[in-house]
């Protein structure tokens, strides 16, 4: 899951960075009004926490533009001062949820997995066949059992699991799995593939590669 994260205040981006790519997200950062506006018009992302005072255009305006582009896509909206005016123009231009600083990151990091949650239509557990996708303790089990996988291996498989019994696109999961600043090979989304594949065969689970298509996640036991 991808997200783009807009704020000015550096060390607070940093920290709010750090903590979502340790949770196996893609995260893009931008700390002006216009750039966030340029990213969000250019690229797909699963959520966007946007700063309500940027340099430049505010992140009220940047949420304007972006709902005046039909995009539904979740946001919280973050502000220094939590005044109840910019509570309601915040909501009121399409906001999902709303945090004042300071924040405690769990708390951050609890709603943007709530968030991304109800834009993916899921719940906190995902289940198929044998595996269990826990999307908060960010892990999965096998029959109970923890399963040992890298965080782009762990996002990988969130995407595949959200569009269980669906063809995902290469070009989805590329979109999805990487920031700009991650250096993606030709063959990075095929090198993740083979390696999550070979940690989930064992366990009665294949991704099935659909020539010209994408992957498509399969149980070893169902019929074909
Ligand atoms: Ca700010």
Redesign the pocket.
């Known amino acids: 899951m991808r997200i783009l994260l807009v ?3 550096k060390m607070l981006a940093d920290a709010i960075s750090r903590a979502l790519v340790q949770s196996a997200y893609a995260v893009d950062v931008v700390d002006t009004g216009e750039r966030a506006d340029e990213a969000l018009a250019a690229h797909t992302f699963d959520l966007a926490i946007l ?1 309500i ?2 340099p430049g255009l505010s992140g009220l305006e940047v949420l304007r533009r972006l709902r005046a582009r039909k995009s539904v896509m979740p946001v919280m909206m973050l502000t ?1 001062f939590d005044t109840l005016q910019d509570r309601v123009k915040g909501l009121d231009l399409g906001a999902d949820d709303y945090l004042a600083k300071p924040f405690d990151l769990p708390e951050l990091e609890a709603r943007v997995r709530a968030l991304l949650r109800r834009g993916a239509g899921t719940t906190p557990e995902m289940s198929y066949g044998p595996l269990t996708f826990d999307t908060v303790g960010r892990r999965v089990f096998c029959a109970g059992k923890p399963v040992d996988l890298s965080a782009r291996e762990l996002a990988l498989l969130e995407l595949l699991l959200l569009r269980q019994g669906r063809v995902v696109s290469k070009e989805h999961l590329v979109n999805h799995l990487y920031g700009w600043g991650d250096e993606v090979g030709d063959n990075a989304v095929e090198v993740h593939v083979y390696r999550l594949r070979r940690k989930i065969e064992p366990l009665g689970c294949e991704i099935r590669t659909v020539r010209g298509m994408g992957y498509l996640m399969e149980r070893l036991d169902e019929p074909q």
């Open positions: 704020e000015d205040d700063d005072g940027l220094a």
